[in-house]
């Protein structure tokens, strides 16, 4: 699969769609509601995460994993990589079901995948959910991804969620933070941290997630450069699919 894409989509983990056909009316979880379409659309495999760290824009407030009041408030994460034209089939449809939500779109180099039948991907059976018209992607966005431990502090505060706190004093779009189950990094380099082994996990991989337009990333980026001392700090451009809020 040489020439494949990564769609990447960010809604809150509580949001919920009203799903229509001619019989009945069908309430259910928007994550839940994207990987059937996903299915339906003749994806291969989805992958949803949920953040450590999160803020979106239905839900300003920063909020963490360890405030159950807060938990449906949390971003997750939902990544597919495909072929294009499946990705294609499948970009309709999120832009239906998501109201409050974005979707990034970004070509890939797959390196390994598991094989596929030699009649390739399985054709949607059914039209899920009407179409929307909206298929030209905004350009003039980027993303920041940040790679930093969880131990790793900023004037007295995890880094991890400072940054997500100034990000959203200077108002961007939004911005997550995923805990990683195991890793290294510059200050834990003689030691692989592991999730879940006390004296280990105290310094777990944090991957925090910035998305906005490229003026916003510039203003916001000398901010991550004084904050970040022991992480790194990657830069793109992205073409954003979907953005609604």
């Not at 056909?21 to 299915?39: G, I, T, W």
């Amino acid at each position: 699969m040489n020439n494949a894409e990564q769609l990447t989509i960010y809604v809150a983990e509580g949001d919920r769609v009203v799903l229509r056909d001619e019989n009945r009316a069908q309430d259910k979880l928007l994550y839940q509601a994207l990987v059937d379409a996903a299915r339906q659309s003749g994806i291969a495999g989805m992958t949803m995460m949920r953040t450590a760290v999160s803020y979106g824009q239905r839900y300003h407030q920063v909020s963490v994993d360890w405030m159950p009041e807060l938990a449906m408030q949390m971003i997750v994460v939902l990544t597919v990589i495909d072929q294009p034209e499946a990705i294609a089939r499948y970009i309709p449809h999120v832009q239906a079901l998501v109201e409050y939500g974005l979707a990034i779109k970004e070509p890939v180099t797959v390196v390994h995948h598991a094989p596929v039948s030699p009649d390739g991907l399985t054709q949607p059976t059914q039209q899920f959910i009407p179409i929307s018209d909206r298929e030209n992607p905004m350009t003039d966005f980027e993303r920041l991804t940040i790679y930093v431990g969880e131990s790793d502090q900023w004037h007295g505060k995890p880094v991890h969620l400072a940054l997500l706190e100034e990000a959203h004093r200077h108002r961007l779009v939004g911005a997550t933070a995923v805990r990683g189950v195991t890793g290294y990094g510059k200050h834990n380099h003689e030691r692989i941290m592991l999730l879940g082994i006390i004296e280990l996990s105290s310094d777990l991989p944090m991957v925090v997630t910035l998305i906005d337009r490229t003026d916003k990333i510039e203003q916001f980026l000398p901010f991550v450069q004084e904050m970040v001392e022991g992480g790194i700090v990657v830069r793109d451009a992205v073409n954003v699919v979907h953005y609604c809020g």
